[in-house]
């Protein structure tokens, strides 16, 4: 079983940036592929990004496309999400998860979800 806490969230003005991590214990994530989701207050949980255990493979969904990135140091045991040029309606809670299959956006792809932490783009 893999733990992950998230953090770097808070609140930010439109267009400026923010970092997230995503730091895994119980179990090295290093052989894992991993992906960011958010949930929007009043809205279903959506697929953000994911990343491939080595790093090198990336996707994400087309709302951020350009202006996020995710990676990962595998040294650390963590995932991050840059966000940049951030928009009002980036605000949700973010979380980070482990890919039971790769390819996929659904929350059914993934697994042992971190607690979140909360993002909010003033306009």
């Known amino acids: 079983q893999v733990q992950l806490v998230e953090s770097g969230g808070g609140l930010v003005q439109a267009g400026r940036s923010l970092r997230l991590s995503c730091t895994a214990s119980?179990?090295?994530?290093?052989?894992?592929?991993m992906g960011w989701f958010r949930q929007a207050p009043g809205k279903e949980r959506e697929f953000v990004a994911a990343?491939?255990?080595?790093?090198?493979?990336?996707y994400y969904a087309d709302s951020v496309k350009g202006r996020f990135t995710i990676s990962r140091d595998n040294a650390k045991n963590t995932v991050y999400l840059q966000m940049n040029s951030l928009k009002p309606e980036d605000t949700a809670v973010y979380y980070c998860?482990?890919?039971?299959?790769?390819?996929?956006?659904?929350?059914?792809?993934?697994?042992?979800w971190g607690q979140g932490t909360q993002v909010t783009v003033s306009s």
């Open positions: 998860a482990r890919s039971l299959r790769w390819g996929g956006q659904r929350e059914a792809d993934f697994d042992s």
């Open positions: 119980g179990r090295t994530v290093i052989s894992y592929n």
């Open positions: 990343i491939t255990g080595s790093g090198i493979t990336t």
